[in-house]
């Protein structure tokens, strides 16, 4: 199995400033064939179910506000939200669909 | 719109075996796969294994082969999910979670829209 792993495991930021969160995984997950990063974000509200935010290591679902970006290529990923609202705390994970998924562990953010 | 409503949360005692359901609405059922996901109190995500809704055809994590069935109804759009042998560390939220790829017989293996969850207690 692919291991994901994240950091940092939780992170405080103010409101208005930027979040950014990392995963890595033990394997490449980019398909050479499509030139496609099999890597999504999910974020976990308290009580929720996970929610996908974004698919292709960079390509936001539809709906999800532009601040939060996706970004990195191969075995390192990094998940960027811009302008912290008070609505983002939560905790975030990576996941590979390259092989069998598997989620990082998580990353909970907070208000500092 | 899309919905997957999963049963109620279950108390188990050590071997027994649970049944969870997952009713989906507001989409074809048999287009798309559906995973199921669990999460022990206060820990990361956990990929169980999937069944193709149109065929029936399964795959599962190698940790729970030989534990878990997954199955379907495509009269009631209803997918279940049986764990047996239930142990203490079965203790967890159990999620129904859609496959994002529409091809009855394709997947993606991520996940865009997720029931609300299940809690299984497994205690003596």
């Known amino acids: 199995d692919i291991v994901m792993t994240q950091s940092p495991d939780s992170l405080a930021v103010s409101l208005g400033e930027r979040a950014t969160m990392n995963c890595k995984s033990t394997?490449?997950?980019?398909?050479?064939?499509?030139?496609?990063?099999?890597l999504a974000w999910y974020q976990q509200k308290a009580g929720q179910p996970p929610k996908l935010l974004i698919y292709w290591a960079s390509t936001r679902e539809s709906g999800v506000p532009e601040r939060f970006s996706g970004s990195g290529s191969g075995t390192d990923f990094t998940l960027t939200i811009n302008s912290l609202q008070a609505e983002d705390v939560a905790v975030y994970y990576c996941q590979q669909y390259y092989v069998t998924p598997t989620f990082g562990q998580g990353t909970r953010l907070e208000i500092k | 719109q899309v919905q997957l409503v999963q049963s109620g949360a279950e108390v188990k005692k050590p071997g027994a075996s649970v049944t969870i359901s997952c009713k989906a609405s507001?989409?074809?059922?048999?287009?798309?796969?559906m995973h199921w996901v669990r999460q022990a109190p206060g820990q990361g995500l956990e990929w169980m294994g999937c069944?193709?809704?149109?065929?029936?055809?399964?795959k599962y994590a190698q940790k729970f082969q030989g534990r878990v069935t997954m199955t379907r109804d495509t009269s009631i759009n209803t997918a279940y999910l049986e764990l047996s042998s239930l142990r203490s560390d079965d203790t967890a939220v159990y999620f129904c979670a859609r496959d994002r790829a529409n091809g009855y017989s394709s997947t993606r293996l991520y996940f865009d829209y997720w029931g609300q969850g299940t809690l299984v207690t497994v205690s003596s």
């Open positions: 069944i193709n809704p149109n065929s029936g055809d399964t």
């Open positions: 507001g989409y074809t059922f048999p287009g798309y796969y």
């Open positions: 394997q490449s997950v980019l398909f050479n064939s499509n030139n496609k990063n099999y």
